[in-house]
C-alpha cells in the first residue's frame, strides 16, 4: 500500500498510522516550575534522547502549552520515568486541567525536590532526569509554516534513580517496567530484554 501524508485518504486507512509505525516510543512525564511558583505535570509521547555527550533529551508540545511554557519561563524541566506501575497517574495528568492547576495535586503523586533544578520530580518514578533548557525550537513543516508545536531540548545535568532498580551498576527497565506510547491507545511496557553485542568498533551504548 502507498498512503501520501497530504492526501489523507480514509478509505484506505480510517487511521493514521504514523504514530503506529513510529512506535515504541518513551513517555516524558515532564515536571515544570513557572516563576511564579505554579507546578505543571504531563506526558508527552513526543519525547526522546537526542545527544550523550551532553545527554540531551527534548519533548515536542502540541502548542505552548503549560510543559513547554513553563520550561521557557523557568529554564528547566525534569523528565520523571513512567513505569507500568504508575500508568493509570501518568494517563491522568494527560487530562485537560486548568492552566497553572497542580496535577501532582490532582492525581495524588508526592513532589520531590531537585537538587539542581527548580522543578519538582515526582517521587513515586524510580527515575528522573533534571533538565536544563538548551534549546527551543518551534517546529516547521517543509512549507516553511509553523506546525503548532514546540520541542524543548535540555541537558540532564543531574539523575535521581531508586537504588531499588540499580543491578551491577546499572539501571533495569524491566525490572522498572518501563512505558512506552505505541499507536491509538495503545500502550508497551519492558517487560524482558535482550543483549546483542555490536560490531567490532561499534562501541558500547
Not at 31 to 44: E, F, H, I, K
Not at 122 to 128: G, K, L, Q, R, T
Amino acid at each position: 500500500m502507498f498512503y501520501a501524508t497530504a492526501e489523507r485518504d480514509r478509505t484506505k486507512l480510517p487511521r493514521d498510522p504514523f504514530k503506529a509505525i513510529v512506535a515504541p516510543r518513551p513517555i516524558g512525564w515532564i515536571s515544570t516550575r513557572a516563576r511564579d511558583g505554579r507546578v505543571n505535570l504531563a506526558p508527552y509521547s513526543f519525547f526522546n534522547g537526542f545527544c550523550s555527550v551532553p545527554p540531551i533529551v527534548g519533548f515536542s508540545s502540541e502548542g505552548w502549552k503549560d510543559s513547554a511554557s513553563f520550561a521557557r519561563e523557568s529554564g528547566e524541566f525534569v523528565a520523571n520515568l513512567a513505569t507500568f506501575d504508575l500508568r493509570e497517574r501518568v494517563n491522568e495528568t494527560s487530562a485537560p486541567f486548568a492552566r497553572g492547576d497542580n496535577e501532582f495535586d490532582r492525581v495524588g503523586l508526592t513532589m520531590a525536590e531537585c537538587r539542581l533544578v527548580v522543578a519538582p520530580r515526582v517521587a513515586e518514578s524510580p527515575a528522573a532526569l533534571e533538565c536544563k533548557v538548551v534549546e527551543v525550537i518551534e517546529i516547521r513543516s517543509v512549507s516553511g509554516e509553523w506546525s503548532g508545536s514546540v520541542l524543548t531540548l535540555g541537558e540532564v545535568v543531574a539523575f535521581h534513580i531508586d537504588d531499588e532498580y540499580l543491578v551491577d551498576g546499572r539501571f533495569d527497565i524491566a525490572r522498572a517496567h518501563s512505558l512506552a506510547r505505541c499507536g491509538y491507545q495503545d500502550y508497551a511496557a519492558v517487560e524482558k530484554v535482550f543483549t546483542m553485542a555490536r560490531p567490532k568498533g561499534g562501541g558500547d551504548a
